[in-house]
């Protein structure tokens, strides 16, 4: 029902942008994020945004992202997006979107419901 896409190779200091379209349901109201995965390495918490919440979102960041990522979504498009600035070879992972039932921000990997496919991002450097 999640399916991410965009990923690819670029190097470092570049930038990229993927996303994370949804089927078969509507997530407008579920909060939303991206997990990501290296290789012998768990799968750790990259951004979440939330659902609408009077009709403001709210997002929350790791702290090895923050300032150079920026998570959003567009609900008419049942979509959302990671914009990835200033790339560097440790976030080379495969990227993972996820949407939980939860309004609100959700960090824990394990409240989340729907998971994509993921998307290999390569930093080179």
């Known amino acids: 029902q999640l399916q991410a896409y965009g990923g690819g190779l670029v190097q470092t200091g570049g930038f990229l942008r993927v996303s994370c379209v949804a089927f078969?349901?509507?997530?407008?109201?579920?909060?939303m994020g991206w997990f990501r995965q290296a290789p012998g390495k768990e799968r750790e918490f990259v951004a979440a945004i939330s659902g609408s919440v009077a009709g403001t979102y709210y997002a929350e960041y790791a702290d090895s992202v923050k300032g150079r990522f920026t998570i959003s979504r567009d609900n008419a498009k049942n979509a959302m997006y990671l914009q990835m600035n200033g790339l560097k070879p440790e976030d080379t992972a495969v990227y993972y979107c996820a949407a939980t039932g939860y309004a609100t921000v959700q960090r824990t990997m394990w409240r989340y419901d729907y998971w994509g496919q993921g998307t290999q991002v390569t930093v080179s450097s």
């Open positions: 078969g349901r509507t997530f407008s109201s579920y909060s």
